[in-house]
Nanobody, 122 residues
Framework: QVQLVESGGGLVQPGESLKLACTTSGFSFEYYSIGWFRQAPGKEREGVSCIFSGDGETHYTDSVKGRFTMSSDNAKNTVYLQMNSLKPEDTAVYYC???????????????WGQGTQVTVSS
C-alpha cells in the first residue's frame, strides 16, 4: 500500500535552514503527483510545493519562492524539501502527500504522511 514517512523537522532560528525528507513506497512518481503541505496552529493546511505528474514541473506557493527547493531521488523513492532563510511564519507541521489531485486543494490528495514539526524561533 501507499506509505509516506516524513523526517527532518526540528527547531531552528530565523535565517537558518532545514531539509525535510519524505520516504515513499507503494507507488510510482511517474503516475502520482507528490507535494509538501504545512499546517500552522489555527490555520488551514496549505500547499507549499508540489510536482504534478501531468507536467512534471515543480510548483511553489508564493511565500516560499526563492527560499524552498523541492527535489526527488527516484532511485530512493524519496522527495526532499530544502528550506533556507527560514522565518517564524514558516512554523508549522509539514506533511508529504501523494495522489492524483486536480490542483493544490489538500482535499484532492489521497495519501498523507504523519507530518513533521518545523519550528522557527529565536
Amino acid at each position: 500500500q501507499v506509505q509516506l514517512v516524513e523526517s527532518g523537522g526540528g527547531l531552528v532560528q530565523p535565517g537558518e535552514s532545514l531539509k525535510l525528507a519524505c520516504t515513499t513506497s507503494g507507488f510510482s512518481f511517474e503516475y502520482y503527483s507528490i507535494g509538501w503541505f504545512r499546517q500552522a496552529p489555527g490555520k488551514e493546511r496549505e500547499g507549499v510545493s508540489c510536482i504534478f505528474s501531468g507536467d512534471g514541473e515543480t510548483h511553489y506557493t508564493d511565500s516560499v519562492k526563492g527560499r524552498f527547493t523541492m527535489s526527488s531521488d527516484n532511485a530512493k523513492n524519496t522527495v526532499y524539501l530544502q528550506m533556507n532563510s527560514l522565518k517564524p511564519e514558516d512554523t508549522a507541521v509539514y506533511y508529504c502527500a501523494a495522489g492524483t489531485p486536480a490542483g493544490w486543494d489538500p482535499r484532492g490528495w489521497d495519501y498523507w504522511g504523519q507530518g513533521t514539526q518545523v519550528t522557527v524561533s529565536s
